[in-house]
């Protein structure tokens, strides 16, 4: 029977279009699959351009290392920094002015100061001696004792600092006692710790005594004075500074003309907007600073990499 049924035209023809159904299922499936595949590539192409089109470009990341921070260029001449020696540092200079306010009478000083404590962890204290009218007067015969706390902020690039200058006064001084507080901030402007224009410097503080304008002082006011000033390093050596003291403006030129040897030049002029004395005068100073525990000293990890800021 099972030889029969194949000679039976009817059995090939049912075999035939069994085979032409199951030929025609399987190429629908095929075309389906080929279908849904490529509409998923399509829906995943047009996913990926819609990424590329929205996509938010990330911000410029600046980096800012420690010593960046801390060799940035000072904002102040005339008013009182807001950074300040920690323990181990020590530093003295000299100063000079042409001539004092309303006399033609050339005038200098001497000043010396050391640090304690740490200002990154916490606060430090820095002590300065000063030796007032040195040019004219025997060293050390007048002068006086300035106290300075600050805290350095590095990872927000920020300098804190609260002082009291002459609070402790011997001879015949004739500046007064002095109450202020000022904060800093550096702002990194390029790339590279020595980059020219690489690094602004800002401040401003508020305070009392010399702070003051001179007409509040010569009427015996009891008023608070505003002092600020901007610090730009052109180049690696040379920085350019402008100083808002509370009575009128200095501006200068800063030079650190031996790397990491801690000597500080400064040459500008006081009194520019003759909003106080009776004209401008040429005013200049020499420092130099060092820690005396630098041998003692080893960078942690976090001082060896750089900080990493978005503006």
Not at 122 to 137: I, Y
Request: hydrophobic share 40%; aromatic share 10%.
């Amino acid at each position: 029977m099972a030889y029969l049924r194949h000679l039976d035209p009817g059995f090939w023809r049912r075999r035939f279009a069994t085979a032409v159904g199951v030929l025609l299922a399987v190429g629908c499936a095929g075309r389906a699959d080929a279908q849904t595949a490529r509409a998923a590539l399509g829906d995943s192409a047009r996913l990926d351009s819609l990424r590329r089109f929205y996509r938010v470009p990330p911000p410029d990341v600046q980096q800012i290392t420690v010593a960046k921070f801390l060799g940035a260029p000072g904002s102040t001449i005339g008013s009182p920094s807001a950074s300040g020696a920690g323990v181990g540092d020590y530093f003295f200079g000299v100063g000079f002015q042409e001539r004092t306010r309303y006399t033609d009478r050339p005038d200098g000083g001497f000043g010396a100061g050391a640090g304690l404590g740490d200002p990154e962890s916490g606060v430090a204290l820095e002590t300065t001696v000063t030796s007032f009218s040195s040019v004219r007067h025997a060293f050390l015969s007048i002068g006086g004792f300035s106290f300075k706390v600050h805290h350095r902020d590095i990872p927000h690039m920020m300098l804190y600092a609260v002082g009291i200058e002459n609070a402790l006064t011997w001879g015949h001084t004739d500046g007064g006692t002095s109450v202020y507080g000022t904060v800093g901030h550096v702002v990194p402007l390029r790339s590279g710790d020595d980059a020219a224009f690489g690094v602004l410097s800002t401040s401003v503080g508020v305070g009392t005594g010399r702070f003051r304008s001179e007409a509040d002082i010569r009427n015996h006011r009891h008023t608070v004075g505003v002092f600020g000033g901007l610090g730009l390093r052109i180049v690696a050596a040379v920085s350019a500074t402008a100083d808002w003291t509370g009575q009128d403006l200095d501006a200068g030129f800063t030079f650190t003309p031996f790397a990491g040897r801690g000597i500080v030049g400064t040459m500008g002029v006081a009194d520019l907007t003759r909003h106080a004395g009776n004209g401008p005068r040429f005013i200049m100073s020499v420092g130099f600073g060092f820690n005396a525990r630098r041998d003692n000293r080893r960078l942690s990890p976090e001082d060896l990499s750089a900080v990493f800021r978005t503006p």
